[in-house]
């Protein structure tokens, strides 16, 4: 591996389009979480269901927004960790709206939960792929940053 190849991996990885998607995700997040938490915390008479609902919805979306500041706080190249964190994520998030769906559908008997179970399903499934690539892609990193370390280690002393 030459300069050259760890100068393109680092423009990879601190790409501005890179950087502009966290911005926007940082911003999605946390409208979502302030209209899901208003939403929950004005108005007293909500089913329990649909409290439930909405403290998840919250969670996740601060989760994310947190997710986003620190990608963005972040000024150096995270090596690939960045897109394992953002794959478990998404990956718990789906487990967990696939679940309430499921719950819904067989202890509340609400048909309208089966579709939305199937598409969680499919995020879920989606979610468990892109963890698996992120975590190679994440090992391949370590592997050659350990590389480069070896070979550019200055001698000891002696």
């Given at each position: 591996?030459?300069?050259?190849?760890?100068?393109?991996?680092?423009?990879?990885?601190?790409?501005?389009?890179?950087?502009?998607?966290?911005?926007?995700?940082?911003?999605?997040?946390?409208?979502?979480?302030?209209?899901?938490?208003?939403?929950?915390?004005?108005?007293?008479?909500?089913?329990?269901?649909?409290?439930?609902?909405?403290?998840?919805?919250?969670?996740?979306?601060?989760?994310?927004?947190?997710?986003?500041?620190?990608?963005?706080?972040?000024?150096?190249?995270l090596l690939g960790l960045h897109r394992v964190v953002a794959a478990r994520m998404a990956a718990l998030f789906s487990a967990?709206?696939?679940?309430?769906?499921?719950?819904?559908?067989?202890?509340?008997?609400?048909?309208?939960?089966?579709?939305?179970?199937?598409?969680?399903?499919?995020?879920?499934?989606?979610?468990?792929?892109?963890l698996v690539r992120a975590q190679r892609h994440y090992a391949q990193l370590c592997q050659r940053r350990a590389e480069l370390?070896?070979?550019?280690?200055?001698?000891?002393?002696?």
């Amino acid at each position: 591996m030459n300069t050259t190849a760890v100068s393109e991996l680092l423009d990879r990885e601190l790409q501005t389009r890179s950087r502009a998607g966290h911005v926007l995700l940082l911003m999605m997040a946390s409208a979502m979480s302030a209209v899901a938490g208003s939403l929950w915390l004005t108005e007293p008479a909500l089913p329990t269901r649909t409290a439930v609902a909405f403290a998840v919805l919250t969670c996740m979306g601060l989760c994310w927004a947190a997710y986003a500041a620190w990608v963005l706080r972040s000024r150096r190249v995270l090596l690939g960790l960045h897109r394992v964190v953002a794959a478990r994520m998404a990956a718990l998030f789906s487990a967990v709206a696939l679940a309430g769906a499921l719950a819904v559908g067989l202890l509340a008997g609400v048909p309208a939960a089966w579709p939305a179970a199937v598409v969680f399903a499919a995020m879920l499934t989606l979610a468990v792929a892109v963890l698996v690539r992120a975590q190679r892609h994440y090992a391949q990193l370590c592997q050659r940053r350990a590389e480069l370390a070896r070979r550019f280690r200055p001698p000891r002393p002696g």
